[in-house]
């Protein structure tokens, strides 16, 4: 008999393991908050072993044609003097063919490839699971096999199923805020970087797009921002380089979230099992959110696929568990090289960039800095599950 998986969440972790399992027989229904695809956010990278899935999925092609193209990476002070200047490839720790393209972009591209072979329901959510019985938000009633919560960090699932986000979502100190704004500086597939104490903004162009986007991170012990554009105002209150214009030029599709990791002891409770951020949320400094997202759903869907859902829960955990663990590392490491904390601090740092970059051969010294990032990105191997069960997904998006 064909299994019913239901999905919370078209995230880039919901479209993945929809696609899989699809691929498998599963009968998969994915709920999605949002009215409409989510199509926002920065560019993301996808590199080790989440190309691995993309290329599995016969989607690398596509994913190359659309990289952001991003080549030069400058640091800037105040006055918006270039001060240090790098290949952007060095600078974001890409290599051997891996793959920056903003996260709107493959979010697309992941339900283009899943939207005919799933059924998605939009502006709808989980209200209530009782055992494999589901009763969502506008009344509708079913009952599933697998109930998947790809809801990310601030999942319902997993408030539904394990308790409270205060038990499992920890705040790294940090906000982090993105948002398209007019390109009024002019750039061509660069990106600018502006380092304050306790804060940072950067600002860049991609191929095809006629916006810029800028990035916000700032240190900040307060949790009290729901209003999260004055919240951020006061923050960069200040500010030099080209941040107060930023600010007034910001659009609604700002993405305005805590930097938080999700730790816990089990990421499946009976029927019901986490995937991606919902469940082992790396933060975005960890530069591996997406890479989690892909690569959970493609173990996730490939043990569903070979086993009972209790015998596939527990092979996901052993599966999933070192490379989280790898990649959760990187998270609180690399915000602290983002942010710097005193005035001193960003005088050094700015000084010593401005003198790495005319080095000769700091493309070495930065792929030594760079190298807990490809570790970490490559610290699992992904399992063949085979492809005898397979039925064909639709075709590639346009
Ligand atoms: C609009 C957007 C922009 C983002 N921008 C960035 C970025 O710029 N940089 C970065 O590092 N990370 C960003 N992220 C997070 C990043 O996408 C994830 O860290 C990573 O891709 C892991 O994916 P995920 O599928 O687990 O979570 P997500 O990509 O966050 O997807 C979760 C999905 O679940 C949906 N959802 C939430 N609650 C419910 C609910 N109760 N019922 C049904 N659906 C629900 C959300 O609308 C979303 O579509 C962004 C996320 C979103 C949604």
Not at 191 to 204: A, D, I, K, M, S
Request: hydrophobic share 40%; net charge neutral; proline share 4%.
């Amino acid at each position: 008999m064909t299994k019913k998986v239901l999905i919370s969440g078209a995230g880039i972790a919901g479209s993945t393991l929809a696609y899989w399992l699809h691929r498998s027989g599963f009968a998969v229904t994915v709920v999605e908050r949002a009215p409409a695809m989510r199509d926002g956010g920065y560019k993301v990278d996808i590199r080790g072993a989440a190309l691995d899935v993309v290329r599995r999925m016969g989607l690398l092609d596509e994913i190359r044609a659309l990289r952001t193209d991003v080549r030069g990476a400058f640091v800037v002070d105040a006055t918006g003097r270039r001060v240090a200047s790098m290949d952007a490839d060095t600078f974001g720790g890409r290599e051997h063919g891996d793959a920056e393209i903003l996260r709107g972009d493959l979010a697309r591209l992941l339900y283009g490839r899943t939207r005919d072979a799933v059924t998605y329901r939009f502006g709808d959510s989980i209200e209530s699971i009782m055992d494999g019985t589901v009763t969502l938000h506008s009344g509708h009633t079913e009952t599933f096999d697998v109930i998947v919560g790809a809801d990310g960090l601030h999942s319902r699932t997993r408030e539904l199923t394990f308790g409270p986000e205060r038990e499992f979502v920890h705040d790294l100190g940090y906000r982090i805020a993105i948002c398209a704004v007019p390109n009024h500086l002019g750039i061509d597939r660069e990106e600018l970087t502006y380092v304050g104490p306790g804060r940072t903004t950067l600002v860049y162009s991609t191929a095809r797009d006629t916006d810029a986007k800028a990035m916000f991170i700032f240190r900040t012990p307060s949790t009290e921002d729901a209003d999260r554009r004055a919240a951020l105002r006061a923050a960069y209150t200040d500010q030099g380089w080209e941040v107060p214009r930023l600010l007034e030029a910001l659009t609604p599709d700002l993405y305005y979230d805590a930097l938080c990791q999700v730790r816990m002891d089990s990421w499946a409770r009976g029927r019901v099992v986490l995937l991606g951020d919902a469940a082992y949320c790396a933060s975005p400094a960890s530069g591996q959110g997406t890479g989690l997202a892909l690569v959970g759903a493609y173990v996730l869907a490939g043990e569903l696929a070979s086993a009972s859902h209790e015998r596939a829960f527990a092979a996901y955990e052993r599966v999933m568990r070192p490379f989280v663990a790898a990649n959760q590392k990187l998270g609180p490491d690399n915000v602290k090289r983002m942010v710097l904390g005193s005035k001193g601090q960003v005088r050094v740092s700015m000084a010593m960039l401005g003198l790495m970059a005319r080095m000769p051969g700091r493309e070495r010294i930065l792929a030594r800095v760079m190298a807990p990032l490809h570790r970490a990105a490559n610290a699992i191997t992904l399992p063949d599950y085979g492809s005898a069960s397979a039925t064909a997904c639709s075709g590639p998006s346009t």
